[in-house]
C-alpha cells in the first residue's frame, strides 16, 4: 500500500466554476476524513466517512460542499460555484475505526491545493 | 468543542539549540498526537500519546503528556535543520474527528 493517494496536486479554477478532488485512502482503513487548511493555519475537520456512511459534518461544509465515498474505497470531495474564499489545501486522511485510530493516529495525503482566482 | 492552543506560533532558533513548544487546553483529551508537516505535505504523525504523566522519546524528540490530560509538550534537543517545519498537536478522534491546534512554525537556521 503507498498511503493515501489525491489528486489532482494543485487546482486553479475561475470564481463561480465547480471543482471535483479525489482522495484514495489505505485500504484496510475503514475511516476516511476530509480536513481544509488555510496558510498558517492547523487543519480544520471538514467531514469523515465510516465504509460508505458519512457520519459527521462540520458547519464549515456549507451546502455548495459535497463528499461521497460511494463504495467505501475511494472519495471524492465537490465544491460547486467556488469562491475566492475557498482557496486552501484540502486534506484527506484515513485511520482505522474509533479508538484504534485515536491511537493509531490518521494518516495524511499531500493535499490537494486549490486557488480560486 | 475542544480547543488546542500552540505555543509559541513562531519560533527560529540557532542549529545545535534546545526547545520546547506546548500544546494547552481545557479539556481533558483520552490522548493527544503530534505531527509534523512539511510545507506542500500532509501532516505526518510523530507520536502518539495516552496516559497522563506518560514520556516517549523519539530520537532527539522528547514528548510529555501532563498529568491532567489537558496538555502536552514536545522538546527537541540540539535542533538540526532538518527539524524545521510546523509542528501540531491533535486531540480528540472520536465522532468529530481529530482537533488540531494552529501549531509552531519552527525554522532552525544553520
Known amino acids: 500500500d503507498t498511503g493515501v493517494s489525491q489528486d489532482p496536486r494543485h487546482k486553479i479554477t475561475k470564481r463561480g466554476q465547480n471543482v471535483t478532488f479525489r482522495c484514495d485512502p489505505i485500504?484496510?482503513?475503514?475511516?476516511l476524513y476530509w480536513y481544509r487548511q488555510t496558510l498558517g493555519q492547523g487543519p480544520e475537520f471538514l467531514t469523515y466517512?465510516?465504509?460508505?456512511?458519512?457520519?459527521?459534518k462540520s458547519r464549515l461544509l456549507s451546502d455548495r460542499f459535497s463528499a461521497e465515498r460511494p463504495k467505501g474505497s475511494f472519495s471524492t470531495l465537490e465544491i460547486q460555484r467556488t469562491e475566492q474564499g475557498d482557496s486552501a489545501m484540502y486534506l484527506c486522511a484515513s485511520s482505522l475505526s474509533g479508538g484504534e485510530g485515536a491511537i493509531y493516529g490518521y494518516t495524511f495525503g499531500s493535499g490537494t491545493r486549490l486557488t480560486v482566482v | 468543542t475542544q480547543l488546542l492552543e500552540q505555543s509559541p506560533q513562531f519560533l527560529s532558533i540557532q542549529e545545535g539549540e534546545n526547545l520546547t513548544v506546548y500544546c494547552n487546553s481545557s479539556s481533558v483529551f483520552s490522548s493527544l498526537q503530534w505531527y509534523r508537516q512539511e510545507p506542500g505535505e500532509g501532516p505526518v504523525l510523530l507520536v502518539t500519546?495516552?496516559?497522563?504523566?506518560e514520556v516517549k522519546k523519539l530520537k532527539r524528540l522528547t514528548f510529555q503528556f501532563g498529568d491532567a490530560r489537558k496538555d502536552s509538550s514536545l522538546h527537541i534537543t540540539a535542533a538540526q535543520t532538518g527539524d524545521t517545519g510546523l509542528y501540531l498537536c491533535a486531540g480528540g478522534g472520536g465522532a468529530d474527528g481529530l482537533t488540531f491546534g494552529k501549531g509552531t512554525h519552527l525554522i532552525i537556521q544553520p
Open positions: 466517512f465510516q465504509n460508505e456512511a458519512q457520519l459527521e
Open positions: 485500504s484496510e482503513h475503514n475511516r
Open positions: 500519546v495516552v496516559t497522563g504523566g
